[in-house]
């Protein structure tokens, strides 16, 4: 098991590249369960949860190539069934249920694990393919879900849900009649995704709105597609500026789906200045505290809300965090206040009151955004910082350390 060992202090200076982002080339991926056909995707990361998605559609009889562009062809789907050992470890596993249903009228899927950030129910996925007219059992484990024909319908979502959003969207393409998602999510994931089906022969639009309206049609064909930059990874690396007080250009990424996060850095005292093709990101010279309200798209990511806690903790004052989305986004807390951080936990709120310097210390990572939390303290602290349990960050960073290094910092991983 490797762990990553930093020394601190280096203010970090260069150009980063963003790789393609996970959450959207995972549901582009499965979308080729959709139509038959060589479908060629661009821009996928080379991460461990996209090596698992390959896993699982080859276990469906599905043909996986190459690594970007990865090429998929599902002319021969001779499996419906996603089996607890693969899907236990990603709950992205989850949106093969919607099109498995919709092109082969059954599938049997494992409940899904992933990092134990909150409960985050597939309720709303189970409801929601009822209300298209599939019969849904939970049996031993798993979703067993079938229907000889989806039928369009209203569908709302109680809660914004990025998954739930995607996997009935895709189900959704190959239904009879017309679907309207209520509530749908915003998210650019999201958009990815319907552009992408789109380009396969599905009838979406309102994408990027909270009502999303499909059209279902009798087939769909290959796809030719790009996955977006990854915006979480982006703004790791604005917040890597802004805790070592660098300057880092932030290449290939869209700053239009960073909104949130550039206006929060502002306010803490950073620059952020916009160029084609990537941002500028400059940290300032005393950290000013801020307060973030993690939301749904177009807010405040909750994938980000780790890596900002661990800037806040250098803060000039007192930084109230609230955790809106997952109810156990906490858990990096602990490990942060190890090296030296003054955090005060009162049920999904934070009060991170700033302290003069953290100290490298032995962390744990719990999960993967914790993950990040942690090696942007390591980076700023006084001394040696050793993080554990680092298969977390392969999940979500490609080659994070190596981009690292190449800004400055004092890192690498090393074999234990």
């Known amino acids: 098991?490797?762990?990553?060992?930093?020394?601190?202090?280096?203010?970090?200076?260069?150009?980063?590249?963003?790789?393609?982002?996970?959450?959207?080339?995972?549901?582009?991926?499965?979308?080729?369960?959709?139509?038959?056909?060589?479908?060629?995707?661009?821009?996928?990361?080379?991460?461990?949860?996209?090596?698992?998605?390959?896993?699982?559609?080859?276990?469906?009889?599905?043909?996986?190539?190459?690594?970007?562009?990865v090429r998929v062809n599902s002319d021969d789907i001779n499996n419906c069934e996603a089996s607890y050992d693969l899907v236990k470890t990603m709950r992205a596993s989850i949106l093969v249920l919607g099109p498995l249903v919709a092109r082969m009228g059954i599938a049997r899927v494992s409940l899904p694990g992933g990092c134990a950030i909150g409960a985050r129910p597939v309720n709303l996925h189970i409801k929601a393919l009822k209300d298209m007219g599939a019969e849904v059992e939970l049996r031993d484990g798993y979703i067993e879900a079938k229907a000889s024909k989806l039928k369009g319908t209203t569908i709302y979502f109680d809660i914004s849900t990025v998954t739930g959003t995607e996997n009935i969207m895709m189900a959704a393409c190959l239904a009879e009649g017309t679907s309207l998602l209520k509530n749908a999510?915003?998210?650019?994931?999201?958009?990815?995704?319907?552009?992408?089906?789109?380009?396969?022969?599905a009838r979406i639009t309102g994408m990027g709105t909270d009502v999303i309206r499909i059209d279902g049609v009798d087939r769909l064909h290959p796809a030719e597609a790009t996955v977006i930059p990854d915006r979480i990874e982006a703004g790791t690396y604005m917040i890597a500026a802004g805790i070592t007080g660098g300057d880092i250009n932030v290449m290939g990424c869209n700053h239009s789906h960073l909104d949130a996060l550039i206006l929060k850095l502002r306010n803490s005292g950073m620059k952020i200045t916009p160029f084609e093709g990537g941002l500028r990101a400059v940290g300032a010279r005393r950290i000013k505290s801020i307060d973030i309200e993690t939301l749904p798209y177009p807010g405040f990511p909750?994938?980000?809300?780790?890596?900002?806690?661990?800037?806040?903790?250098?803060?000039?004052?007192?930084?109230?965090?609230?955790?809106?989305?997952?109810?156990?986004?906490?858990?990096?807390?602990?490990?942060?206040?190890?090296?030296?951080a003054d955090i005060v936990i009162k049920g999904n709120t934070a009060v991170v009151k700033g302290v003069p310097r953290l100290q490298?210390?032995?962390?744990?990572?719990t999960d993967l955004r914790a993950s990040a939390s942690l090696i942007l303290a390591g980076l700023v602290a006084e001394g040696r910082t050793e993080l554990s349990r680092v298969y977390h960050i392969d999940r979500g960073y490609q080659g994070i350390e190596k981009k690292f290094a190449a800004l400055g910092a004092d890192i690498k991983r090393v074999a234990v």
Request: charged residues 20%.
């Open 1 to 69: 098991m490797d762990k990553i060992i930093i020394h601190g202090g280096k203010k970090l200076r260069g150009d980063v590249f963003i790789s393609g982002a996970k959450n959207a080339a995972l549901p582009i991926m499965v979308s080729s369960l959709l139509a038959p056909g060589w479908h060629n995707f661009h821009n996928v990361p080379n991460l461990v949860d996209i090596r698992t998605i390959k896993r699982l559609l080859r276990s469906l009889g599905v043909k996986c190539e190459g690594d970007s562009p």
């Open 185 to 201: 999510a915003k998210e650019p994931e999201v958009i990815n995704l319907a552009v992408t089906l789109n380009s396969m022969g």
């Open 302 to 340: 909750t994938d980000l809300q780790a890596q900002i806690m661990a800037m806040m903790t250098l803060g000039g004052g007192s930084s109230v965090i609230t955790e809106t989305v997952f109810e156990n986004r906490f858990m990096h807390v602990n490990e942060l206040m190890r090296m030296g």
């Open 360 to 365: 490298g210390a032995q962390v744990m990572a």
